[in-house]
């Protein structure tokens, strides 16, 4: 707990959250592979693509992208203890290199 309240204390305010410019293209495609979805890209006109607000993207597909990225995503208030000691576990034992950050620690380092 002590961990969450110190750390919690770096995270970015809303205001900056809403101003960041994206710098990387994310596309989400359906089960076929082929239809889009959604496609997150940097603020720019030139690039003819549109940024989704997180309320016109189906609940379905929002959340296999959380699922897909962060199982435990509603379990861990934003610090995976439990992820991080798997991921720490795994690269000790040279099995192979996985994440144990958050969503919400991605966010931050991002």
């Known amino acids: 707990m002590g961990l969450l309240v110190r750390y919690s204390s770096e995270l970015p305010n809303?205001?900056?959250?809403?101003?960041?410019q994206f710098t990387?293209?994310?596309?989400?495609?359906?089960?076929d592979g082929r239809t889009i979805i959604g496609r997150i890209q940097r603020r720019s006109e030139?690039?003819?693509?549109?940024?989704?607000?997180?309320?016109?993207?189906s609940p379905e597909a929002?959340?296999?992208?959380?699922?897909?990225?962060?199982a435990r995503f509603f379990e861990h208030f934003g610090f995976d203890l439990?992820?991080?000691?798997r991921a720490a576990i795994q690269v000790l034992?040279?099995?192979?290199?996985?994440?144990?950050?958050?969503i919400t620690q991605q966010v931050v380092r991002n």
């Open 82 to 85: 439990k992820g991080m000691v």
């Open 46 to 57: 030139s690039i003819g693509s549109e940024i989704i607000p997180v309320e016109r993207v």
């Open 62 to 70: 929002l959340a296999s992208l959380i699922f897909s990225e962060d």
């Open 24 to 31: 990387r293209t994310t596309t989400i495609y359906a089960r």
């Open 14 to 20: 809303i205001q900056e959250i809403e101003a960041y």
């Open 93 to 102: 034992s040279n099995r192979s290199s996985q994440g144990g950050s958050t």
